[in-house]
């Protein structure tokens, strides 16, 4: 009996150790799959991200091509600068490998990319080779919205990103945009008739005002980057150009001359500053970006392995307990398990001993028949 109910209690000892194994376990599975899967989904959202920050980096000198595409339009220039040739060709080449996929900029791209195209074969007066490169200006800041909307870039949950995102993908290439506008109108002001010159003006001004209005809201909003960045580098790389777009502004105004005719030169020389340091701009700031979403993979990259780390520790550390409760339970029902001798023991001399059931009568010495001094001294006696 003794045998079966340590047997049981060891077997008993066994299963609690598993159960609680179990119960241990199953736990912290599910809470390392939940960091996990949050692991994932903002890794991939960062990489995105990336995709985003890539593309917007490749549009940047089309941009600024385009611009130079349509002042040399209207100075009568119809071959395609060579800096948009190899600005659309960058743009491509990014839009095969990442475009296709959830940016979905391809339809929009291929749409702008043949506008591009016919631009050379435009023909008539310069109000019509005007408005055929705003129309292909237009679609390019059509497509920086595409790819700011579709990599998540302006819903980015770190203020620093995006405050960039805001400046690099808005502010900036309406800025070059406009910056190139003016100055072209204020040329096409300068070499129009009477009767043009009135809406060219409003044209001018319009621009002039727009312009104004994207270097506001792009200092403001780098100034904010600024204030909530942790990157060491990024108001050091932005003082120097920030300050020569101002330089920039400023000249602009002036030749702008509101109220009277605008300075041609004056605007020309605004118009280069503008375009310099728009595209410096443009350089470090997504730099910066790129650089600050590279530190959040690699920090998630790090809670993931950190993750994997803690539970592969858990999982071995309850193996190594049930191992060693199983190993007790065995050990402790081994030495439980011997049978126990429960009978009475008689005294060796067989007959007489202290067994009061014993029939044998106890004649003194009870060191048996055998032994010959005893058997004299029995027969003397009776003698």
């Not at 045998?3 to 119960?23: D, F, K």
């Not at 310069?126 to 909307?149: F, G, K, M, N, P």
């Not at 503008?274 to 650089?291: F, P, R, W």
Request: hydrophobic share 40%; net charge negative; charged share 20%.
């Amino acid at each position: 009996m003794s045998v079966s109910v340590n047997s049981r209690r060891a077997r008993l000892r066994s299963a609690l150790a598993v159960v609680l194994t179990v119960l241990v376990l199953l736990p912290a599975a599910a809470l390392f799959l939940r960091v996990l899967d949050d692991n994932t989904e903002h890794r991939d959202r960062l990489t995105l991200e990336q995709q985003g920050v890539e593309y917007l980096t490749a549009l940047s000198p089309l941009v600024s091509a385009l611009a130079e595409s349509q002042s040399s339009a209207l100075q009568g220039v119809s071959a395609e600068p060579a800096s948009l040739t190899a600005a659309v060709a960058r743009v491509q080449g990014v839009d095969e490998r990442i475009g296709g996929g959830e940016l979905g900029t391809t339809d929009r791209w291929a749409n702008l990319k043949d506008k591009i195209s016919k631009m050379p074969g435009v023909t008539g007066d310069s109000a019509t080779i005007y408005e055929a490169h705003v129309e292909v200006s237009d679609l390019t800041l059509a497509l920086y919205d595409t790819v700011r909307e579709n990599s998540t870039l302006n819903r980015d949950e770190e203020s620093d990103i995006w405050f960039l995102q805001e400046a690099a993908g808005v502010n900036m290439p309406e800025a070059v945009t406009a910056v190139s506008r003016m100055g072209d109108t204020a040329n096409m002001v300068a070499a129009a008739k009477s009767k043009a010159k009135a809406a060219l003006n409003v044209q001018f001004g319009y621009q002039a005002l727009i312009v104004q209005e994207a270097g506001d809201k792009l200092t403001d909003n780098l100034q904010a980057a600024v204030e909530k960045t942790e990157s060491p580098t990024l108001a050091g790389n932005l003082v120097s150009n920030l300050n020569s777009f101002k330089r920039g502004i400023e000249d602009a105004n002036r030749g702008a001359n509101f109220g009277g005719a605008p300075n041609v030169s004056a605007m020309v020389t605004a118009q280069s500053t503008l375009q310099t340091a728009l595209n410096a701009l443009s350089g470090v700031v997504l730099k910066e970006m790129a650089t600050l979403l590279e530190d959040r993979v690699d920090s998630l990259n790090y809670r993931r392995a950190e993750a994997w780390v803690l539970l592969a520790v858990a999982i071995a550390l309850i193996l190594v307990a049930t191992f060693w409760t199983r190993a007790r339970a065995r050990q402790a029902g081994g030495s439980d398990d011997s049978p126990r001798d429960v009978s009475v023991q008689g005294d060796r001399g067989g007959y007489g001993g202290n067994n009061p059931y014993d029939p044998a009568p106890n004649y003194g010495d009870n060191s048996g028949y055998g032994d010959g001094a005893t058997r004299r001294e029995r027969s003397g006696a009776l003698r």
